[in-house]
């Protein structure tokens, strides 16, 4: 009892108040610390952004550490900064090794930043996404599947070469780099049914591709809701262009290649780091003239100094993998800061400590402010909050971002019933684009209706894809408002302006557009649904029991000679449905369990009526001959 009391004497009792401050100066090397810790605390966030500062701040530790052991002779001081030094060499370490271990082959590098990356996907989560995956070569002239023959038990994307696809010996498209080898197939089956491919890939050149497994990939979607939502709409915008490039009979032109990237080599980063931190070390080992060890150590220092540094220990040990870690470092080390200048300030009496702590203070301080404008909750119209959380969320579009969209060169514009959205061959397709917010449109051409458009689907995706080569046209259908509508619309020209200079989102938008086009295709009339389970299905990411692609890729083949097969195939042709029985190269499978986990996409959740009734419905599509 008399033990404690004599610590707590010590820690409060004992430390008079200041009236005055020293007159000497604290020694050099204690100034070399504040200039290190000062360039530390100027870090940002990210791998390289911690690295920076966890090395900077351990160097600062770690000379304070040496002035606290030969110029004030305080063992607390020297304990708490040796301490504070372990800790930021422990975190630069395991950062260090989170960046190594999301290095990957050069095939997963160059895919990453090819296609991964421009969505903001991140290399932890890309990690994930490549365990389950492995890359497979594939040489000239030989066949990724054959017609009627090769099972579809995987998903495929290619990484280099070219990949030629043809039915029956006729000629379809080519697959480039950074494409799908059978998108189409894979959207077709849900994870309980087995299929066989209807065409034949073979390589024209040697290629190399990165193939996923059925049950892998899809056990992946059960666990992370985000990747699946990332692979819906990554499938629906290449099964997009995949029809696109039917139409057109693509050659080689598009000149993807193999991109060169840069690979961080993480023995090149150790060997940098060792060098700068052993000549770090040698620059601040001090050489003692008349001093060389202390004769008498001090007492220990007041209660508000040991706050303070815990306060620091607090701020550099919280896990870099939380989510509001910065924060929290920043917070911290604020108060930390403050303890400090107050600790100077009353009991050390030295105003160069109290100085460089006013320094530490602001800079933190305007940083732990930063981070909380940044993650204050953005409000975003009543309105928008359903195509928000829909289309956007999902792909982790911050709320900033979309309001910039929204806010400043959108309106939202009402519709009531009857009237026209666009006429046929007369409303020019380059003035706007627009997303359905509330109602229903109605689409048909020269009187025969096609679709319906639900909200959060964009209204006119297939005229905004077709007429960005191609520009001047008109629609080839007619939209009118079935119901009382409100939807959002972009002028085109300051929304393309706008995505120019925000990337990530050009890409969000590239990938939605080509997404909502692959539904539209999928959702062409079919007479036995009435409007009730048209909408349920349209709801749903993914439509894969509504129409077969595999079939859509071959009507295609056979519809497709004309200049303009494509543009009537996606919103010019009518359509007639027929009953079809189940096709014989579908079949339930005996192996694969259904999983039953709740996620984004529709093909892990139970069947509904609606989607037994339709089960083996596969409308044909027919092209009107004119």
């Given at each position: 009892m008399?033990?404690?009391?004599?610590?707590?004497?010590?820690?409060?009792?004992?430390?008079?108040?200041?009236?005055?401050?020293?007159?000497?100066?604290?020694?050099?090397?204690?100034?070399?610390?504040?200039?290190?810790?000062?360039?530390?605390f100027?870090?940002?966030?990210?791998?390289?952004?911690?690295?920076?500062?966890?090395?900077?701040?351990?160097?600062?530790?770690?000379?304070?550490?040496?002035?606290?052991?030969?110029?004030?002779?305080?063992?607390?001081?020297?304990s708490?900064?040796?301490?504070?030094?372990?800790?930021?060499?422990?975190?630069?370490?395991?950062?260090?090794?989170?960046?190594?271990?999301?290095?990957?082959?050069?095939?997963?590098?160059?895919?990453?930043?090819?296609?991964?990356?421009?969505?903001?996907?991140?290399?932890?989560?890309?990690?994930?996404?490549?365990?389950?995956?492995?890359?497979?070569?594939?040489?000239?002239?030989?066949c990724?599947?054959?017609?009627?023959?090769?099972?579809?038990?995987?998903l495929?994307?290619?990484?280099?070469?070219?990949?030629?696809?043809?039915?029956?010996?006729?000629?379809?498209?080519?697959?480039?780099?950074?494409?799908?080898l059978?998108?189409?197939e894979?959207?077709?089956?849900r994870?309980?049914?087995?299929?066989?491919?209807?065409?034949?890939?073979?390589?024209?050149?040697?290629?190399?591709?990165?193939?996923?497994?059925?049950?892998?990939?899809?056990?992946?979607?059960?666990?992370?809701?985000?990747?699946?939502?990332?692979?819906?709409?990554?499938?629906?915008?290449?099964?997009?262009?995949?029809?696109?490039?039917?139409?057109?009979?693509?050659?080689?032109?598009?000149?993807?290649?193999?991109?060169?990237?840069?690979?961080?080599?993480?023995?090149?980063?150790?060997?940098?780091?060792?060098?700068?931190?052993?000549?770090?070390?040698e620059?601040?080992?001090?050489?003692?003239?008349?001093?060389?060890?202390?004769?008498?150590?001090?007492?220990?220092?007041?209660?508000?100094?040991?706050?303070?540094?815990?306060?620091?220990?607090?701020?550099?040990?919280?896990?870099?993998?939380?989510?509001?870690?910065?924060?929290?470092?920043?917070?911290?080390l604020?108060?930390?800061?403050?303890?400090?200048?107050?600790?100077?300030?009353?009991?050390r009496?030295?105003?160069?400590?109290?100085?460089?702590?006013?320094?530490?203070?602001?800079?933190n301080?305007?940083?732990?402010?930063?981070?909380?404008?940044?993650?204050?909750?953005?409000?975003?119209?009543?309105?928008?909050?359903?195509?928000?959380?829909?289309?956007?969320?999902?792909?982790?579009?911050?709320?900033?971002?979309?309001k910039?969209?929204?806010?400043?060169?959108c309106?939202?514009?009402t519709?009531?019933?009857?009237q026209?959205?666009?006429?046929?061959?007369?409303?020019?397709?380059?003035?706007?684009?627009?997303?359905?917010?509330?109602?229903?449109?109605k689409?048909?051409?020269?009187?025969?209706?096609?679709?319906n458009?639900?909200?959060?689907?964009?209204?006119?995706?297939?005229?905004?894809?077709?007429?960005q080569?191609?520009?001047?046209?008109?629609?080839?259908?007619?939209?009118v408002?079935d119901?009382?509508?409100?939807?959002?619309?972009?002028?085109?020209?300051?929304?393309?302006?706008?995505?120019?200079?925000?990337?990530?989102?050009?890409?969000?938008?590239?990938?939605?557009?080509?997404?909502?086009?692959?539904?539209?295709?999928y959702?062409?009339?079919?007479?036995?649904?009435?409007?009730?389970?048209?909408?349920?299905?349209?709801?749903k990411?993914?439509?894969?029991?509504?129409?077969?692609?595999?079939?859509?890729?071959?009507?295609?083949?056979?519809?497709s000679?004309?200049?303009?097969?494509?543009?009537?195939?996606?919103?010019?042709?009518s359509?007639?449905?027929?009953?079809?029985?189940?096709?014989?190269?579908?079949?339930?499978?005996?192996?694969?369990?259904?999983?039953?986990?709740?996620?984004?996409?529709?093909v892990?959740?139970?069947?509904?009526?609606?989607?037994?009734?339709?089960?083996?419905?596969?409308?044909s599509?027919?092209?009107?001959?004119?």
């Amino acid at each position: 009892m008399g033990e404690n009391a004599s610590i707590w004497w010590n820690l409060l009792g004992e430390h008079p108040l200041c009236t005055a401050w020293k007159q000497e100066a604290e020694g050099s090397i204690y100034h070399l610390a504040s200039i290190l810790f000062i360039v530390g605390f100027m870090g940002g966030s990210g791998f390289f952004g911690l690295l920076y500062v966890f090395s900077l701040l351990g160097l600062g530790f770690l000379c304070s550490s040496v002035w606290a052991w030969i110029d004030v002779c305080a063992a607390d001081i020297f304990s708490w900064n040796f301490v504070l030094f372990i800790i930021c060499f422990m975190q630069f370490v395991h950062v260090a090794y989170q960046v190594r271990s999301v290095t990957f082959d050069k095939e997963f590098q160059e895919l990453y930043n090819s296609l991964f990356q421009p969505l903001g996907i991140t290399l932890p989560i890309f990690r994930k996404i490549v365990l389950s995956c492995q890359v497979v070569s594939l040489e000239k002239e030989h066949c990724y599947a054959m017609q009627g023959k090769t099972p579809i038990d995987k998903l495929s994307l290619l990484v280099s070469g070219r990949i030629r696809v043809t039915v029956d010996g006729e000629f379809l498209h080519y697959i480039f780099p950074l494409q799908f080898l059978d998108s189409p197939e894979w959207d077709s089956l849900r994870p309980t049914e087995e299929g066989i491919f209807q065409v034949t890939l073979t390589a024209e050149t040697d290629c190399r591709y990165v193939a996923w497994r059925r049950k892998k990939l899809y056990l992946l979607f059960a666990q992370h809701r985000f990747i699946s939502r990332l692979f819906s709409v990554l499938i629906g915008s290449d099964i997009a262009d995949k029809l696109y490039a039917l139409n057109d009979r693509c050659t080689w032109s598009r000149g993807l290649g193999i991109f060169t990237m840069n690979h961080i080599d993480p023995t090149s980063l150790n060997e940098l780091t060792t060098r700068s931190l052993t000549s770090e070390f040698e620059n601040l080992m001090p050489v003692p003239s008349n001093e060389t060890t202390c004769e008498n150590w001090q007492e220990i220092h007041h209660l508000v100094f040991h706050v303070a540094n815990i306060c620091f220990a607090a701020a550099l040990v919280i896990p870099t993998t939380l989510t509001l870690h910065m924060i929290f470092l920043r917070g911290l080390l604020t108060i930390g800061c403050a303890l400090f200048i107050v600790w100077a300030t009353l009991y050390r009496c030295a105003l160069d400590i109290m100085i460089w702590n006013c320094a530490f203070l602001i800079i933190n301080l305007m940083h732990f402010l930063y981070l909380l404008y940044k993650k204050r909750p953005i409000k975003i119209e009543k309105e928008l909050t359903g195509v928000y959380r829909r289309m956007f969320e999902p792909l982790h579009v911050p709320p900033e971002l979309f309001k910039r969209l929204t806010g400043q060169f959108c309106s939202i514009q009402t519709l009531k019933k009857g009237q026209t959205y666009a006429a046929e061959d007369k409303t020019s397709v380059d003035d706007r684009l627009s997303i359905l917010l509330k109602g229903k449109m109605k689409v048909s051409y020269r009187g025969h209706f096609l679709h319906n458009i639900y909200p959060c689907a964009f209204i006119d995706s297939p005229e905004f894809r077709s007429t960005q080569m191609n520009r001047g046209e008109k629609f080839q259908v007619t939209i009118v408002a079935d119901d009382t509508c409100r939807f959002l619309c972009w002028s085109r020209e300051r929304l393309t302006f706008f995505l120019e200079s925000e990337p990530f989102l050009y890409e969000i938008f590239r990938y939605l557009i080509g997404k909502d086009i692959t539904n539209k295709l999928y959702s062409l009339n079919d007479p036995t649904l009435n409007d009730k389970n048209s909408k349920r299905l349209e709801r749903k990411p993914s439509l894969c029991s509504q129409i077969s692609v595999m079939q859509m890729r071959n009507s295609m083949a056979s519809s497709s000679d004309s200049e303009d097969g494509l543009q009537h195939f996606l919103r010019g042709t009518s359509t007639a449905s027929s009953i079809r029985m189940p096709s014989p190269y579908m079949r339930a499978s005996e192996k694969m369990k259904p999983i039953e986990e709740a996620v984004e996409d529709d093909v892990f959740e139970p069947e509904s009526p609606v989607r037994a009734k339709v089960r083996g419905l596969y409308p044909s599509i027919q092209r009107v001959e004119e």
